[in-house]
């Protein structure tokens, strides 16, 4: 990208840290796990405090696979690494992080008196599988009933791209001339001349 060419700084609020530990934790997603996403879907999203509602859903296929809606060869809006969920995505919800949410609770340890009354005996209680919540994907789009995109028709079905995706494209976009550290990313968009931000108001 030239030296002078104006370019918008992406402000993130969820670490490489964070990140990473969903990579390992993804081999745990499944079906029928729940799922919740932010958005600003246009008339209901909070409009004087500009703060986003919080939509919910299923996860509908398999996630360890990738779900293809047609059998024919991978095509732009059919292809990919992605999950089918069961879920009202709507206008406003696309490029919305979808977090599974936290499943059991974490590991409790119980301490036990003895006869005398002192604590003696300890142990833990632990929920197999537990884990937090954590970043799965990014909302893409929802289905309708028809397979023809209409106004207000929807299947309460819509589709992700997975983490896996997220994750190619940043390690893509590594600052080199950091010496590659993810930890410290240079994505740089680039921007119309005309482009102008409306001021807050």
Request: proline share 9%.
């Given at each position: ?23 390992k934790l993804w081999p745990q997603v499944q079906p029928g796990d729940f799922v ?60 919305s992080p979808v977090f599974v949410a936290q499943r059991g609770v974490p590991p ?94």
């Amino acid at each position: 990208m030239a030296e002078n060419t104006k370019a918008m700084e992406l402000k993130y609020a969820i670490s490489w840290k964070m990140l990473l530990e969903a990579e390992k934790l993804w081999p745990q997603v499944q079906p029928g796990d729940f799922v919740v996403f932010p958005g600003y879907p246009e008339q209901w999203h909070d409009k004087l405090q500009m703060r986003p509602v919080m939509r919910s859903g299923l996860i509908a296929s398999d996630p360890q696979t990738d779900y293809r809606l047609g059998e024919d060869a991978p095509t732009k809006y059919d292809g990919g690494p992605q999950v089918l969920f069961d879920a009202f995505s709507t206008a406003g919800n696309s490029g919305s992080p979808v977090f599974v949410a936290q499943r059991g609770v974490p590991p409790i340890t119980v301490v036990m008196p003895d006869g005398d009354g002192k604590a003696a005996i300890q142990g833990q209680i632990s929920w197999p599988n537990y884990h937090r919540p954590f970043l799965v994907g990014i909302n893409a789009t929802h289905y309708n009933e028809t397979g023809f995109r209409q106004r207000n028709e929807h299947a309460g079905l819509s589709r992700f791209h997975k983490l896996s995706a997220i994750m190619d494209i940043l390690r893509a976009n590594q600052d080199l001339s950091r010496g590659g550290s993810p930890l410290s990313m240079n994505l740089a968009i680039p921007v119309p001349d005309d482009f102008k931000i409306a001021p807050p108001s």
